[in-house]
């Protein structure tokens, strides 16, 4: 049974789509070359893969919608070469269709036969689905009124996405049975096990640039008790000195204290005097002036690159005698090699615990696949997802999640 905060969401096992039209919600948003236009990742094409292939070998007709980049970014462009690369995949001719809920869409839809796979157009090519608003008001919208007569289900597997109220995410699910895909399940089933398990300590990791996001996770996992420590890392480990306190270089400052609202930094002031769990770093490994080096906590100098290998040594022995492992974000700039060694240390030791361990965020995407047979078996699960992870982690509530289950209270899929 899938929950989403004790309540029931339905999955592909609890509906027949033989011969049914179903339409499909992914996140198959990816980097862009800019001057080829090139994608320069495939791996989330590859995850929503899973369920389309189900689906194929179901006998469904699939339609599939996603999103792609931001109006006037430079990723801002067409599904067509995602659609190739599908077809690639799944091995069956996948149609494109320049269009998302005019008559040429609407035309390849009503033709679209059992087992066969249809990708429309960049959902976001239509304002409505750039808007946040509630589910109710984007039932009513024109990319759901034109295109939810056509289908029998609606899957959404785009976890990564559940964090926003747009159309393509919560307006189906007040007007069709909706379901979730495999990518969405594996997704809910690896963050409820972190709550749920009662095995402890639990630890999380917790590092990169999204300061005022990552605090509102440390609040929620430190005053709930779900978290016994927290391992800080990367810029979030020096916005905590910051609130500790202790003086750091005067442009370091500026970078952190940029990126964090003035009431965030106080609530982290707030967090850091009254729980001990929260832990910094001991030492960093620091560029000056060209020249690298390590350099203590309490006595910053330079550009703080990577975590140093006093607190390798101290995190990893943490690490070592927990049962349940979250790592967000890198604990250096793992861009350079030269500043990886933390993250590929605490990475190494979170799966020789024996943990369950979950890593999310796309940089350990790329890091758990170069790691040995004997330690990628060990992974609990890696996260596709950003901001919704985020969200999730942080006790806020998600309204794809939301729909999901509003769907199955309206339609009794699952009960």
Do not use: W
Not at 304 to 327: C, F
């Amino acid at each position: 049974m899938l929950t989403y905060m004790g309540r029931r969401i339905a999955t592909l096992d609890d509906v027949d789509v033989t011969s049914r039209k179903v339409l499909v919600r992914v996140d198959i948003n990816s980097p862009v070359n800019p001057q080829t236009g090139e994608l320069l990742d495939i791996s989330r094409i590859v995850e929503h893969s899973i369920t389309i292939r189900e689906l194929v070998e179901r006998k469904a007709a699939v339609v599939v919608v996603s999103h792609q980049g931001r109006p006037l970014d430079q990723d801002f462009v067409s599904l067509s070469s995602h659609a190739k690369i599908l077809s690639n995949l799944l091995g069956v001719n996948v149609n494109f269709v320049d269009d998302i809920i005019g008559p040429e869409a609407r035309r390849a839809i009503e033709k679209l036969e059992p087992g066969e796979v249809l990708v429309l157009e960049n959902t976001r090519f239509l304002a409505e689905d750039n808007v946040e608003a509630p589910p109710e008001v984007h039932s009513r919208s024109y990319l759901v009124s034109k295109l939810a007569p056509f289908f029998s289900y609606f899957v959404n597997d785009a976890f990564a996405t559940c964090h926003r109220s747009q159309a393509s995410i919560v307006g189906f699910p007040l007007r069709l049975p909706s379901v979730a895909g495999r990518v969405l399940e594996k997704e809910l089933r690896a963050l409820n096990r972190i709550v749920e398990l009662e095995e402890r300590p639990k630890v999380f990791v917790l590092g990169g640039a999204k300061l005022d996001d990552t605090i509102k996770v440390i609040k929620h996992v430190v005053e709930s008790g779900i978290a016994d420590e927290v391992l800080t890392t990367g810029l979030v480990a020096v916005l905590f000195l910051l609130a500790k306190g202790v003086k750091v270089p005067k442009d370091v400052e500026a970078k952190v204290l940029g990126k964090v609202s003035k009431e965030l930094f106080n609530e982290a002031r707030e967090l850091v005097s009254k729980f001990k769990s929260i832990k910094v770093p001991i030492d960093f490994i620091v560029e000056d002036k060209g020249a690298i080096s390590v350099s203590h906590a309490s006595a910053l100098r330079g550009t703080p690159k990577d975590i140093g290998p006093s607190t390798v040594e101290y995190y990893s022995h943490k690490l070592s005698k927990s049962k349940v492992i979250v790592m967000r974000g890198p604990a250096g700039v793992i861009e350079d090699p030269r500043f990886r060694v933390g993250t590929d240390s605490l990475v190494k030791a979170a799966l020789e615990s024996g943990a369950y361990t979950v890593f999310g965020g796309g940089h350990f995407i790329a890091m758990v696949s170069q790691l040995p047979e004997n330690l990628r078996s060990r992974v609990g699960h890696v996260s596709t997802a950003g901001g919704a992870l985020l969200y999730f982690l942080a006790g806020e509530r998600l309204p794809g999640l939301e729909a999901l289950v509003k769907s199955n209270e309206i339609f009794k899929i699952a009960t």
